[in-house]
């Protein structure tokens, strides 16, 4: 995989992927990682990037997603040059990682879709593999999913599910190994449990799908499956960060001179990636030092994740607290919100939830399942700053060690750009986010 360059600008990038299980995918030539510690070992570089991304199943997608982000901070000239007035030296490394992260893709299981033709291939066989890939590669699980796909192509809108679906999805939770701990728990965990009937019986009165084709009724009979598909990425996303991320920042750190900064960037659940990345497995990571910024932009990871204590939680501290009590981020902490990113603020809470029909959105209250990219991050001890999103031109105070939550839906707010399901979700590649990242990053 060669290192990108993003169109029309001077700025390349390392991609950097990783398997479903962490492992670093061997492309011709050697290792990335290697080339990216030879890099930082032989070349004055002064600062490392490291961005993560959320919901892509693909390098493709991803390259296209990082072009788009560094494209935005590449324009941003004027950030760019206060950071060279501040540290002359200036010049970053900057480096994307890829993880194969697409909870589901777009089913079509009506008997329509169905082909007689001996050359064609079963779709039911298709989305099987698809399934297995993501949620359990095992042989239960694949008897389970059959079962489940093959029900629903013949009867894609039962009155409930049949007993034995209701079965085999108790099997494929089982194999997928989540937990149900509840706000508290680690990310894949942080849930009440799988209910498929329930999530079968609400998704048939609501409006929301988690589909990529929001509009067909029909595809709700496979929501319990793409639900246990979302937890599972989420899952994936933390094992990721808290093994390979880890790992590969702290080489770095320790390849790095001590006058290098490091600076971690997530969207989505790429900020599972990065928190996880900071916190190390279960919280017990020790990095060489701590990174001096992190920006979460449109966050689908828990608004209380960083506190010390959750009250809907009987005061048991966020999954993620280590890297406040432990002081991981030397900079600011800055966070995006947008109403309307859709993915974030309609599909998170209800994935955790599960019974759609009664999500709680009191008035000046911060709801027990809700994202950091609706809410920001919560908690009385984290003294979090509540402020807007500013144009290009206008500048921030951002503080080492305080946290800010920027409400962004004046920037962030192209619904068209991912529909009725994730709106706004993905609308980031923006310049006044850009100059929130830059700012977060200048040397304080």
Excluded at 198 to 218: M, N, Q, R, T
Excluded at 264 to 287: D, E, R
């Amino acid at each position: 995989m060669p290192i990108e360059t993003v169109a029309g600008t001077s700025l390349k990038y390392y991609l950097l992927s990783f398997d479903a299980t962490g492992k670093e995918r061997d492309e011709s030539g050697g290792l990335m990682s290697q080339k990216i510690l030879e890099a930082l070992a032989s070349e004055p570089i002064t600062d490392v990037f490291i961005m993560s991304h959320g919901w892509l199943g693909d390098v493709p997608a991803a390259r296209s997603q990082y072009n788009d982000w560094i494209g935005a901070m590449a324009g941003q000239t004027a950030d760019i040059e206060k950071i060279k007035q501040a540290r002359p030296e200036f010049r970053p490394l900057l480096i994307g990682l890829h993880w194969p992260s697409k909870p589901w893709g777009d089913e079509e299981l009506t008997s329509s879709s169905v082909s007689f033709d001996v050359n064609d291939e079963d779709p039911v066989d298709r989305l099987v593999d698809e399934y297995a890939d993501r949620i359990a590669n095992t042989e239960e699980a694949r008897q389970a999913l059959q079962i489940i796909l093959r029900s629903a192509m013949e009867d894609s809108a039962p009155d409930t599910l049949p007993p034995e679906v209701l079965s085999a999805y108790q099997v494929l939770n089982q194999e997928a190994g989540l937990g149900s701990e509840g706000e508290g728990g680690a990310p894949g965990s942080d849930w009440e449990g799988f209910d498929p009937e329930a999530i079968y019986e609400a998704s048939k009165d609501e409006p929301v799908s988690f589909s990529i084709d929001s509009s067909s009724v029909l595809d709700k009979v496979l929501n319990p499956l793409r639900l246990l598909s979302y937890w599972k990425m989420k899952d994936r996303a933390r094992q990721i960060g808290e093994s390979a991320g880890f790992n590969f920042l702290k080489a770095l750190q320790e390849k790095a001179a001590p006058t290098v900064r490091f600076h971690l960037m997530g969207h989505s659940f790429g900020c599972v990636v990065v928190s996880a990345i900071l916190n190390g497995s279960q919280g017990k990571g020790t990095l060489v030092r701590p990174v001096d910024s992190l920006v979460l932009v449109q966050g689908a990871v828990s608004l209380w994740s960083y506190c010390s204590k959750i009250s809907y939680e009987r005061n048991h501290p966020g999954y993620f607290h280590s890297i406040i009590a432990q002081g991981k981020v030397a900079g600011p902490i800055v966070t995006t919100q947008s109403e309307f990113d859709y993915a974030v603020g309609k599909m998170y809470p209800l994935a955790g939830k599960i019974v759609f029909s009664s999500v709680d959105f009191a008035p000046g209250q911060l709801p027990k399942y809700g994202g950091i990219g609706s809410f920001g991050l919560g908690g009385d001890d984290l003294g979090a700053e509540n402020t807007d999103m500013l144009p290009c031109d206008a500048s921030y105070d951002f503080k080492p060690g305080k946290i800010y939550n920027l409400e962004s839906g004046k920037f962030i707010c192209n619904v068209e750009l991912g529909g009725p399901t994730s709106g706004a979700h993905c609308d980031i590649a923006k310049p006044e986010v850009a100059h929130a990242v830059w700012s977060a990053a200048y040397p304080m």
